[in-house]
């Protein structure tokens, strides 16, 4: 009797857990939605992070501006299957 006791409760901790990640996809999938609607938070990120000129931001956002895009076209991609997609992101 015990054993099955602990069985039950090994097999619902795991539900418990699963339905917890469950919850959690839309949050994240939310938060990277957020990450790329603003354009110039990585700029502002960068500039604070690194304490950066306005010149040195002036010459600095091209180059971001550019690897959003390349990201965005890669996310959009979908003629690349899942792990192809991640290697190359």
Do not use: K, W, Y
């Not at 990640?21 to 604070?48: I, V």
């Not at 600095?60 to 192809?84: K, M, N, W």
Request: avoid cysteine; glycine fraction near 6%; charge should be positive.
């Amino acid at each position: 009797m015990p054993r099955l006791l602990v069985r039950f409760a090994a097999l619902g901790i795991g539900l418990a857990s699963f339905v917890g990640m469950a919850q959690d996809a839309p949050a994240r999938n939310a938060a990277a939605a957020r990450a790329t609607a603003d354009p110039q938070q990585p700029m502002r990120h960068l500039s604070r992070l690194l304490d950066l000129t306005p010149e040195q931001v002036a010459t600095l956002a091209p180059v971001i501006a550019q690897r959003q895009q390349q990201l965005a076209g890669l996310r959009g991609d979908t003629s690349l299957d899942r792990r192809e997609r991640r290697e190359r992101l």
